[in-house]
């Protein structure tokens, strides 16, 4: 196929290019940063706009600091991303390392399954480094567990192609049994008694369906709520896990329980409290988020507007 050959290509570019040190990677994200930020002006409106909506407190030279910065995290993702395809498992463990796996082991000694919801913090797309360098993991550890991504297919097929191949790649550079999920087969796949370990959801999109209106940064906010209704039909404990940036090329992950059964609770309060955790973490940390993405484009129903009324 054509679209796959094409993606292999790209790939093995990219390979080529990951063997760079990682401070080259950083010179070439200094540059990608100038022209994203001063040359092509990417989504700039979108971002002051975001930015200025949910600190309205912050003049404007504060606004545009914080842009700045955005803009140098994003270009560092991307440059990280590629470095990761042939780094060093101990160095990669060395800046990417979450300080409370217990929280996800303690979980694994009574459930077969646990529901990681995380947002678009941190570097989100090197998911597959919190279980830790595997020559130290535990066999009782979660980071023996298989971990289950979700992903939604997209319309460019060399693009979706790329993707799939650089996470798996990632999964087996990282020894961990690893899989991707269209998001469509989720319900498919962890219902199957057999499909234990660690099911991640990013939730923080604009979703056209099964959503809940939140109370996010100060603004009515449609959330994602596939997670939380697994996680109420099926009581499997659904965790938070923040990805934070300590400073370039230092990422600290954090795990904290939002219901370790969810049946306890309503779906929406699983949402909303997983709303409350994000926007905290966010707030400590302004610039590590997707600030580009369009995230209230979405118009609340009626109904949704009387309940986000209630919430205030």
Known sequence: MFHKAVANIIFGAMWLLS????????????????????????????????????????HYGEIRKIAGEYYRYVCDIIVENVWSLSM?????????????????????KTHEKIIVVMGHRGNWELIGGFGGYWKERKPESFGWQPIWVGYKRTRNKIMN????????????????????????????????????????????????????????????????????????????????????????????????????????????EIVRRYASLLESAILSNPHNWLWSHKRWKRDLTEEEREIYNSLR
């Open 19 to 58: 063997l760079l040190p990682l401070r080259v990677h950083y010179v070439i994200s200094d540059i990608m940063r100038f022209f994203l930020h001063r040359v092509v002006r990417y989504r700039y409106t979108t971002v002051i706009t975001n930015l200025s909506r949910c600190f309205p407190d912050l």
């Open 88 to 108: 060093d498992n101990r160095e990669f463990h060395r800046r990417f390392y979450i300080d409370n796996p217990e929280i996800a082991d303690e979980l694994f």
């Open 161 to 268: 192609d790329l993707v799939i191949k650089i996470r798996l790649h990632e999964y087996k550079h990282l020894h961990i049994i690893g899989n991707i999920i269209e998001s469509h087969n989720f319900l498919r796949t962890i219902l199957k008694k057999d499909n234990r370990g660690v099911y991640v959801f990013i939730a923080d999109q604009s979703p056209k369906d099964a959503r809940t209106v939140v109370k996010f940064l100060g603004q009515p906010t449609l959330m994602f709520n596939g997670a939380a209704h697994l996680a109420h039909k099926m009581n499997v404990p659904v965790v938070f896990l923040d990805i934070a940036r300590q400073k370039r090329g230092q990422y600290l992950m954090h795990f904290t329980t939002i219901s370790e059964f969810p049946k306890e609770m309503e779906c929406d």
